[in-house]
T-cell receptor, first 110, second 114 residues
Framework: EAQVTQNPRYLITVTGKKLTVTCSQNMNHEYMSWYRQDPGLGLRQIYYSMNVEVTDKGDVPEGYKVSRKEKRNFPLILESPSPNQTSLYFC?????????FGPGTRLTVT | DQQVKQNSPSLSVQEGRISILNCDYTNSMFDYFLWYKKYPAEGPTFLISISSIKDKNEDGRFTVFLNKSAKHLSLHIVPSQPGDSAVYFCAANAGGTSYGKLTFGQGTILTVHP
């Protein structure tokens, strides 16, 4: 069964405390992406990766880092989270055109 | 600068009738368009797509129309069912050097009443 796994699903943290949201896929897609969803703003792309060791910025990359050391995993790193990074985050592996979203991670930064 | 816009935040339709969701874009480099559906507490799911070389694509009850000259696309759902109630996002891709970069609209909440 095709699966996209994100961990954690819910996280409440404090400003400045580094955190990592993991994403794993079993669909063997070369392409993976991270989005955040905010009310009234829809889905905005943070970073994407076209293959192992190849990443590029999306529309809102500030305050985030990513790495792609293996095909199945694409972690999102917040080195020093701030309250404006409170959001719903989605990982999305897929092709260059069609992407398949994970279940989401609800992050709250206080 | 919102390059993909869904100007209707919500739409209410009676079961069995047609639902029409609209999307406008400004970037003439976009050449592939997608619609996603999202239920609460779930990730968006891919619904239907269309390439800029076509003006219509159909999949069961769902049809997407593309008007390139107007930079407008629409999603038609016929007949609408209560299970179609969800948030619908349109998205666009420019291909080429923007390979992999999807730009989404703000979403439209569709409510289908029994």
């Amino acid at each position: 069964e095709a699966q996209v796994t994100q961990n954690p699903r819910y996280l409440i943290t404090v400003t400045g405390k580094k955190l990592t949201v993991t994403c794993s896929q079993n669909m063997n897609h070369e392409y993976m992406s991270w989005y955040r969803q905010d009310p009234g703003l829809g889905l905005r792309q943070i970073y994407y990766s076209m293959n192992v060791e190849v990443t590029d910025k999306g529309d809102v990359p500030e305050g985030y880092k990513v790495s792609r050391k293996e095909k199945r995993n694409f972690p999102l790193i917040l080195e020093s989270p701030s309250p404006n990074q409170t959001s719903l985050y989605f990982c999305a592996p897929g092709t260059e055109y069609e992407q398949y979203f994970g279940p989401g991670t609800r992050l709250t930064v206080t | 600068d919102q390059q993909v816009k869904q100007n209707s935040p919500s739409l209410s339709v009676q079961e069995g009738r047609i639902s029409i969701l609209n999307c406008d874009y400004t970037n003439s480099m976009f050449d592939y368009f997608l619609w996603y559906k999202k239920y609460p507490a779930e990730g968006p799911t891919f619904l239907i797509s269309i390439s800029s070389i076509k003006d219509k694509n159909e999949d069961g009850r769902f049809t997407v129309f593309l008007n390139k000259s107007a930079k407008h696309l629409s999603l038609h759902i016929v007949p609408s069912q209560p299970g179609d109630s969800a948030v619908y996002f349109c998205a666009a891709n420019a291909g080429g050097t923007s390979y992999g970069k999807l730009t989404f609209g703000q979403g439209t909440i569709l409510t289908v009443h029994p």
